[in-house]
């Protein structure tokens, strides 16, 4: 008669260990593809919502600008009475325009890091041994309008600085500024987005020299992981997957060029010397730099990235991107 009780020997034992492993070996990969997936899905849904904030923001303003930090902070001295109808040009950099909106209780610190976030210089604001917001800061009584330790710096080196937003944005400056940081339901203007690595002035991509790779901490962000995907939401308030810096149906349209050219979303347009596509002569407030002619940088084409630097004269400094991988 059989034994009912006969235990399982050492050699089934191993094959149903094994197989449990070759079952693992194949799940894991494509669990991980599944959460990579719902990360980049929750990432646009992130990114509308920061535009949806500030269109919020633009309902409230007689012109349906989205904010504009040197229309919001008109004091060129801290406690001033505001320039009446004035704006401060110096003001209008990445970190006080997230930290503007922050201020106004728009949204929350966390909503400007990406879900898809991998650069450890990225940290939500109060976290990473960050102080937390202070929404105490915001106090136009004595020309205070948001908490100046909100950073930016994306190109800083690990503990070198720190940035606490994860997303670039239209340059806030020229042209650009003017007819497109609005309200004005246009489907084929970027506003905010994935951010881009490091291109040279011509467009192209420009390898990391340290390592001789392509790879940026961009370029890990959203799709595979020596490409550049990104997300980017536009004036209509809607959402795209786009795989190249050249976006579907972004077109150069400024001055007198004689038909539409795909729009390079990060590099200063090509057909820059076109007449109407420059400011004239000087802005208000530019650092009292009475300058004559035309104003560098201030087309109307589209033009993204992180801008922490501030409004130098008449023009704007250039983009900065992440710092090489580590």
Sequence with gaps: MRNKHRGFT????????????????????????????ARETKDATQIKQIHTAMLSYAAKDKSGRLPIPGYID???????????????QTLNNTQNLYSCMIAGEY?????CIGPTEINPIVVEKGKGGT?????????????????????ANINSALGAGTSNTSYAHLALFGLRKETNWRST???????????APKLQANGNWDADPTTGS??????????????????????????????????????????TMTGPAKDHIFVIGTPFAQTG?????????????????????SGGDTWMGFFPGIVHGCSISAPVVDAPLN
Excluded: M
């Design 10 to 37: 050492l050699v089934e034992l191993l094959v149903v260990i094994a197989i449990i492993a070759l079952l693992v070996g194949l799940l894991l990969p494509a669990l991980a593809k599944a959460q990579q997936a």
């Design 131 to 151: 102080a937390p917001y202070n929404y105490s800061a915001y106090n136009p009584a004595t020309g205070t309008y948001w908490d100046t330790t909100f950073t």
């Design 74 to 88: 008109r004091c060129l001295t801290a406690g001033s009475v505001p320039t009446p109808a004035g704006e401060d």
């Design 185 to 195: 339901q246009d489907a084929s203007k970027p506003l905010l987005g994935t951010r």
């Design 214 to 255: 392509a790879a940026s901490y961009a370029t890990l962000l959203i799709g595979p992981k020596k490409e550049w995907w990104g997300n980017l939401v536009y004036s209509d308030n809607h959402v795209d997957l786009t795989k190249s810096f050249f976006p579907e149906g972004v077109v150069f349209e400024c001055g």
């Design 107 to 111: 949204f929350k610190p966390d909503l």
């Design 277 to 297: 596509c420059y400011r004239q002569g000087c802005t208000v407030n530019c650092a009292g730099n009475a300058q004559t002619g035309s104003i560098p940088n």
